[in-house]
């Protein structure tokens, strides 16, 4: 029972092109949502992250995309650079009955992106 | 001066055998987690403590015990490795950010269980 999805294992782009990466959920708890960035042979690392309460936020080259009534997000990254290359991890984070976060994520599988120069 | 550290980078032991991965953080977090990638990829939360606290423990089998000596410090033991055990563990600690908690991962522990 997976409640965070990322249906496309992989992703190939040209350097300077837009790079979209999607992730379905399905708890309707889920108060926050994050992309983690993660390269071969360390742990992922913080991109960024939107609240249920928004539908877009936007940090330099990198724009996470909510559409709530759809359960799905995106992140898309203009432009591509090689140096992006890595795999993204999409994250939910649950709030309990009263509104309380222990900081528990919810992870999909990740995506891996190719940026080719 | 590596943020979240832990050791060893890879475990590779027989079946049956008891095991222990150590982390520690220097970020001056209050909350530490145990995550595990399985075969699949996905990343899944195992335990979290807050103040050396246990605030979030996962269905996860027995022979996994999560020890927090200090704030700074997370270890995890295993005993009686099964070869499902096989994956990686990843550590993290974690501050609030505004309203959310950013966490930061360790470089991750590849078990295999032969």
């Known amino acids: 029972d997976q409640q965070v999805k990322q249906n496309s294992p992989s992703l190939s782009v040209q350097e300077g092109r837009i790079s979209i990466l999607n992730c379905d959920y399905t708890?309707?708890?889920?108060?926050?949502f994050l992309w983690y960035k993660k390269y071969p042979a360390e742990g992922p690392t913080f991109l960024i992250s939107i609240s249920s309460i928004k539908d877009k936020n936007e940090d330099g080259r990198f724009t996470v995309f909510l559409n709530k009534s759809a359960k799905h997000l995106s992140l898309h990254i203009v432009p591509s650079q090689p140096g992006d290359s890595a795999v993204y991890f999409c994250a939910a984070r649950e709030v309990d009955a009263g509104g309380t976060s222990y900081g528990k994520l919810t992870f999909g599988q990740g995506t891996i992106l190719t940026v080719h120069p | 001066d590596t943020a979240v550290s832990q050791t060893p980078k890879y475990l590779v032991t027989q079946m049956g055998n008891d095991k222990s991965i150590k982390c520690e953080q220097n970020l001056g977090h209050d909350t530490m987690y145990w995550y595990k990638q399985d075969s699949k990829k996905f990343l899944k939360i195992m335990f979290s403590y807050n103040n050396k606290e246990l605030i979030i423990n996962e269905t996860v089998p027995n022979r996994f015990s999560p020890k927090s000596p200090d704030k700074a410090h997370l270890n995890l033991h295993i005993n009686s490795l099964e070869l499902g055990d096989s994956a990686v563990y990843f550590c993290a600690s974690s501050q609030r950010q505004g309203p959310y908690e950013k966490l930061f991962f360790g470089s991750g522990t590849q078990l295999s269980v032969l």
């Open positions: 708890n309707s708890m889920f108060d926050y």
